[in-house]
Each structure stands twice: as structure tokens, then as C-alpha cells.
């Protein structure tokens, strides 16, 4: 498994489309929202960017922890000009600064992206693990079609 600590010294300021979700509806094809989210990321707003404009999926407004609602928005830097018509209801979400263990994967996306995640609850799920998690803001960043970076915030 690769994993890092990484310390974030700025913020980074970041718009796009959100969703209120659990992991309990995501294992639901039914119930599941973020599919949706990112194909509508996809077809208004990143597809209209410039090339190798950066992507980011935020979850932020935790209820609790992996157990509660979580906002997810699917975001690209706020200081890209979106080519929007004004019909797209857009969140504004900071990335703060701080310590984040980073779950890098690469592959085939969405595959990659779970593969990820997994690896981050198993970590975290692990009881000689040595860090407490936050559940304050967690991203991933989409650092090229093919690989993602999962920062999950810790003390």
C-alpha cells in the first residue's frame, strides 16, 4: 500500500456541485449519488476547462464519522473561470491547510478511486493504526486521468 504524510501549508479554494450522502447509500445502486454528481461535474464544468485544469472531490460537513452524512462536492481550483451559464447551483469549499495521510492509486477510474478508499478505511480500521482521523475535510485529487491521491485529514 502507498501511503505518505503530507502537510498542506495553504488552502486551497475550490467551486463546484454538491451532494449530501452516506456510505451506507453509496453501496446502493439506487440510493448511490455520486455517480450522477461526477457525470454532471464532467459534462458542465470540467469538460469546459482548460487542458490539465486539477479536479477535486471534497467531503467536508461530516455528521459524525464514517457512519454519518457527508457533503461531497465535485470542484476544480475556484480561481479557473467555469464556463457557466449561471443554471448550475455552485458550492464554494476551502481545502485548509494541515496534516493528511495520502492514499495514492492508479488505474482505471472509478476502479482506482475505491481501490483507494479502501485501503484508507483499512488503514484507519486497523487498530495499531497511529493516527486520528478528522473527519473535518478529506479530498481526492485527480492528478491525471489515470491516477488519484485520497488526503484524509488527521491530528
Not at 131 to 146: A, G, I, K, M, T
Amino acid at each position: 500500500m502507498t501511503i505518505d504524510i503530507k502537510t498542506l501549508t495553504e488552502t486551497i479554494a475550490c467551486q463546484g456541485l454538491t451532494v449530501r450522502t452516506t456510505n451506507q447509500q453509496e453501496l446502493n445502486p439506487v440510493t448511490a449519488k455520486l455517480g450522477t454528481l461526477w457525470l454532471s461535474f464532467y459534462q458542465n464544468i470540467f469538460s469546459k476547462l482548460p487542458a490539465g485544469s486539477a479536479a477535486y472531490g471534497i467531503y467536508h460537513n461530516y455528521e459524525s464519522d464514517a457512519h454519518g452524512a457527508f457533503d461531497v462536492t465535485a470542484s476544480c481550483e475556484q480561481d479557473i473561470a467555469l464556463a457557466s451559464d449561471g443554471s448550475l447551483d455552485l458550492t464554494a469549499v476551502t481545502i485548509p491547510a494541515g496534516k493528511y495521510v495520502v492514499f495514492s492509486e492508479q488505474g482505471a477510474m472509478p476502479i482506482a478511486v475505491m481501490t483507494a478508499w479502501q485501503k484508507a478505511w483499512a488503514y484507519f480500521n486497523d487498530p495499531s493504526c497511529e493516527h486520528n482521523r478528522l473527519y473535518n475535510v478529506d479530498f481526492e485529487h485527480y492528478v491525471s486521468q489515470s491516477q488519484v491521491d485520497v488526503y484524509i485529514g488527521i491530528e
